[in-house]
């Protein structure tokens, strides 16, 4: 478990000691000191991050559920050089940056000593990589790989009101000739931006590992207040799928209909399915936030009350209104009380239900990093090209 704690333990300990024994300290072993190591500094279960520069204090903040997300830095006697050793499982994952407070002012800023970046909605963050972790080579482009098209479009909504943009994603070597699952992916724009969503399909289509399938990527206007609503599922059920089902040969049964999202996106999957029992076959939640607390839980505001209800109509009554169902939430994020807590009680409906856990948060790539379990699990391979 992550503990929280500052520890003494391997190459950051040996190398901060080093560093602590030398007296009168010479300047010249802070630079050679840095130049000779990468930061974050890991081995095992020991991560060592360091900031150099003049300030009041320096913190790391992090967004590990459990732990105080600011976790001050120790500044090494007669230099400006700050360091904190951390303890994490191996293969961890963590997005954070660094709190520098100076003159009494107090700035967050990606670590200048880690060139390692995520990217979400609201910019930057620095990201560790524990003993273990690699970014899965099935995540970046593959030149042998043939790319799908991504084609726009726009379709008029009555149930939500004024046009709605689509984004298509077609296989390569599409043919009208066969039939092809339909994949509808919440906060479409944002998986194709954060998650790399087009090289992730390009490469397992090309792998066979799924089939060709045709994807249709949304972009919402007011996703917290639409995605669990009775007009969101409407809009979906009964205005999206056909008119793709009319255009596109697709396979237009349950089997063939799946809803992808992550956070609040997973909730309008779950709730556009479950007002629409037997209508899709599959889903795919990645860290829903399936709050089932009482309705005006103020930690949670007015958002949510329409999701604890419909979670806690679900609770009242669980029942199959799906085919399988592939769930995944990381360790150190808070929701994962409420995504543990659901799996049995999907699976007490006798739904296929596969879930996974991640040493990782709330964020874009720990949702990328699970599509290669996901998605071959929901649509296995090539035997779901269907040809007329």
């Known amino acids: 478990m992550v503990t929280g704690k500052t520890v003494a333990s391997g190459a950051g300990r040996l190398a901060v000691q080093g560093l602590l024994q030398a007296r009168p300290l010479d300047p010249s072993a802070v630079d050679a000191f840095l130049a000779s190591h990468s930061f974050p500094l890991a ?20 967004w590990i559920f459990g732990l105080p997300s600011s976790q ?49 909605p609201f910019g930057a963050n620095s990201v560790f990589h524990g003993s273990g972790y690699e970014i899965p080579e099935w995540t970046q482009p593959d030149p042998q790989a043939r790319p799908g098209v991504l084609k726009e479009m726009a379709l008029r909504s009555r149930f939500l009101g004024g046009n709605r943009r689509i984004t298509l994603y077609l296989p ?14 919440h906060d479409g724009g944002d998986y ?5 969503l087009k090289a992730v399909l390009d490469n397992l289509i090309h792998r066979l590992e799924i089939p060709g399938m045709i994807v249709a990527l949304t972009h919402p206007e007011r996703r917290l207040e639409e995605y669990a609503g009775e007009e969101h599922t409407r809009y979906l059920t009964e205005e999206l799928v056909p008119r793709l089902e009319e255009e596109f040969p697709l396979i237009a049964t349950p089997r063939g209909r799946c809803l992808m999202g992550a956070s609040f996106g997973a909730v309008a999957s779950f709730s556009t399915a479950w007002r629409s029992p037997g209508f899709y076959g599959r889903l795919l939640l990645q860290s829903g936030s399936f709050a089932f607390s009482d309705v005006g839980d103020p930690q949670r505001g007015p958002l949510f009350d329409s999701v604890a209800g419909m979670i806690n109509s679900f609770r009242a009554n669980p029942f199959p209104f799906t ?6 939430c990381g360790v150190y994020e808070s929701l994962i009380y409420e995504n ?8 007490s409906t006798g739904l296929d239900v596969h879930y996974v856990e991640s040493k990782d948060g709330h964020n874009w790539e720990n949702w990328r990093d699970r599509l290669r379990k996901a998605l071959p699990w929901l649509f296995p391979g090539p035997l779901w090209m269907v040809y007329e």
């Open 72 to 120: 001050p830095l120790a500044r090494l006697p007669e230099t400006d050089l700050w360091y904190l050793i951390l303890e994490f499982p191996e293969e961890s994952r963590v997005e954070y940056k660094i709190e520098v407070t100076k003159n009494g002012m107090t700035r967050l800023i990606e670590d200048p000593l880690n060139p390692l970046r995520a990217h979400d």
């Open 172 to 185: 390569a070597r599409f043919r009208p000739t066969r039939r092809y699952p339909l994949l509808i992916v």
């Open 43 to 62: 081995e095992g279960t020991s991560c060592t991050f360091v900031y150099r520069g003049e300030a009041d204090s320096v913190a790391l903040r992090h």
């Open 323 to 328: 085919e399988k169902i592939f769930l995944s």
């Open 340 to 347: 543990r807590s659901l799996v049995p009680l999907l699976q």
């Open 192 to 196: 194709l931006r954060f998650s790399g």
